[in-house]
């Protein structure tokens, strides 16, 4: 949620206008590695998800985690493979345009992309050192 946590109310009451609330099934994806971007960033409100890129486990994240922000990078495919454990998972999905993002939320906007940078970096630092063990 540290995301969200620039907005003022007024600015969650409208963002809420984006997001729909969905269950996601045991050992379902969410998101694929590889597939096209389409404008969407989740918090995960219940359950646990993992995380993997090429194949290899890179993480896991819990209830309040956001994921999916690489979709305001212009042009590409999602980096990861996002999916539920053995567990379901309960996420809220929102659905809004980079230009909207930017327009309307624009601190929002600048976290989101600051947060993907973050989280791509990471990733990749950590599929390297599964690669290359010690």
Known sequence: MKLLS???????KNLIKYAAIESVQ?????YTEGEPLDNT????????????????RVGTMCPGSTFGESAYFPGGTRTATVSTTSEPAVILK?????????????????KLLESAVVTAERDAQRLVDKRNPS
């Open 94 to 110: 929102f659905t809004l345009s980079a230009e909207e993002l930017e327009t309307s939320f624009p601190s929002l906007y600048r």
């Open 41 to 56: 960033f989740c918090l995960l409100l219940e359950g646990v998800l993992q995380v993997q890129i090429g194949g290899s």
């Open 26 to 30: 045991p050992s379902t994806p969410v």
């Open 6 to 12: 620039s907005l003022n109310d007024n600015e969650l």
